[in-house]
């Protein structure tokens, strides 16, 4: 089945500092790509997804790259704000019936103000 | 607009009791699914219900087990519990058709003693 590991597991950055968060998987046949921040106490909220006819997308603050050679994507938080902190989730799905979603085991994001 | 709502928040189980954990999905979603969380993790699918049949089941035991109503809520079903099945349990719900964009719950967080 579908493995995805997403590095690094915290991440410490100073407000206004760009926060980059990386995830591989290994189903080559994965063609979506969401990413979720969850709060404490609350259920993952998306914030972006990318599907795997697009190498780059972007939505103000936030942007998601993939790479589907190397079988990799990348979150990437532009202008940190001490609300971005949180844990982000990164997870991969295919086509089929169910379109299950695989997750990263998180990143604890920490802005500093 | 009500997103997806579950219930109840919090309980607490003895080993080898029963639970019933419960969703409603958002408005104009018909599809469910259940993750379950454990602390410091990522989210694992459990299983995925559509028109009242369970579509996709992730590698869970049969003691769980789950059902959908005519109005696409939805129950989760735990049986002799066991302490590893202490978790924040999700509910998620996507749009009638399309397999995108699933919209989580707030979760139930079962503690088993």
């Known amino acids: 089945g579908e493995n995805v590991e997403q590095h690094p597991s915290t991440l410490s950055v100073q407000e206004g500092d760009s926060a980059v968060i990386k995830c591989t998987y290994s189903?080559?046949?994965?063609?979506?790509f969401p990413w979720y921040k969850q709060e404490l106490g609350k259920g993952p909220q998306l914030i972006i997804d990318?599907?795997?006819?697009?190498g780059e997308k972007k939505d103000q603050r936030i942007a998601v790259t993939l790479n589907k050679t190397a079988k990799h994507f990348s979150l990437h938080i532009t202008e940190t704000q001490p609300e971005d902190s949180a844990v982000y989730f990164c997870?991969?799905?295919?086509?089929?019936?169910?379109?299950?979603?695989?997750f990263g085991s998180g990143t604890q994001l920490t802005v500093l103000p | 607009d009500a997103g997806v709502t579950q219930s109840p928040t919090h309980l607490i189980k003895t080993r080898g009791q029963q639970v019933t954990l419960r969703c409603s999905p958002k408005?104009?979603?018909?599809?469910v699914s259940w993750y379950q969380q454990a602390l410091g993790q990522g989210p694992q699918f459990i299983f995925q219900?559509?028109?009242?049949?369970?579509?996709q089941r992730g590698n869970f035991p049969d003691r769980f087990s789950g059902h959908q109503f005519p109005n696409y809520s939805s129950e989760l079903n735990v049986n002799a519990l066991l302490l590893g099945d202490s978790a924040l349990y999700l509910c998620?719900?996507?749009?009638?058709?399309?397999?995108?964009?699933?919209?989580f719950g707030s979760g139930t967080r079962l503690t088993v003693v």
């Open positions: 997870a991969a799905s295919k086509s089929g019936s169910a379109r299950q979603l695989t």
């Open positions: 189903d080559s046949a994965s063609n979506y």
């Open positions: 408005s104009g979603h018909d599809t």
């Open positions: 219900y559509y028109e009242e049949e369970e579509r």
């Open positions: 998620a719900s996507s749009p009638a058709g399309t397999h995108y964009g699933y919209t």
């Open positions: 990318i599907r795997s006819n697009v």
